[in-house]
């Protein structure tokens, strides 16, 4: 098998750390701007941000920040993937990113980064509401920077768009369904876009042109926001 694959390569990529990076990468060349040396954050600015809230950050962490912390376009259109000098302490977890309106944040528990756990390098990400306890949500940091990554590229500017689900769509009959744990929000992919379905009631697109835009709402008319 050759080539960037958005639904074939995505099982590897959340079984696989490393995979998870390469996933990353050819998603990124898939739509158009591929990864550069200077997209990621400097270890220095790791380092002192670990330093400042006195915890170890894991290495899965690390590792997404050091391959894409610089490209918000991969992160931070419409929540934010906050800069290690912004990371702060919430009941006992290191917040790395906040909801647009700042209503949810997204953290790590001290307790899971570090110790005897197997799963310290690549710990669960954890959600909190207004301030509220930790929830759980993805059961690893890569598994969440791949959601983040799907999730925000279909936030991305002039080639996406976004409507109500009508009672006529039937995104699984179609489109092929990306095998992401489901946790509320799923992704799908066509012919040039991507899909997410933001719990039952939204649809937002990211095509990888205008004109693949034009077709796809054509194809699937509606309120579109932007049409």
């Known amino acids: 098998m050759t080539g960037f694959d958005i639904v074939r390569d995505l099982p590897a990529a ?64 419409l929540h934010g993937l906050l800069a290690p000098d912004e990371f702060y302490l919430h009941a006992g977890g290191v917040v790395f990113r906040e909801e647009n309106q700042g209503v949810a944040t997204w953290g790590v528990l001290v307790t899971d980064m570090s110790g005897t756990r197997a799963d310290a390098p690549d710990p669960p990400v954890r959600t909190s509401v207004d301030d509220g306890p930790w929830e759980p949500w993805l059961d690893a940091f890569s598994a969440a920077a791949l959601e983040i990554v799907l999730a925000e590229a279909t936030q991305a500017g002039e080639h996406c768009d976004h409507r109500d689900l009508g009672a006529g769509d039937d995104l699984d009959r179609d489109f092929a369904r990306l095998p992401f744990p489901d946790y509320g929000r799923r992704f799908y992919a066509g012919e040039g876009v991507l899909l997410c379905d933001g719990g039952g009631d939204w649809l937002s697109v990211r095509a990888r042109d205008a004109g693949t835009l034009d077709r796809f709402r054509e194809a699937h008319p509606g309120p579109w926001l932007y049409d």
Request: charged share 25%; net charge negative.
């Open 14 to 77: 959340l079984a696989d750390r490393e995979a998870a990076w390469t996933y990353v990468r050819g998603f990124a060349a898939y739509w158009g701007v591929p990864l550069r040396p200077g997209d990621g954050t400097p270890e220095a600015e790791l380092d002192a941000a670990g330093e400042r809230l006195g915890v170890r950050l894991p290495a899965a962490l690390r590792e997404t920040y050091a391959l894409f912390g610089r490209r918000p376009d991969l992160h931070t259109n």
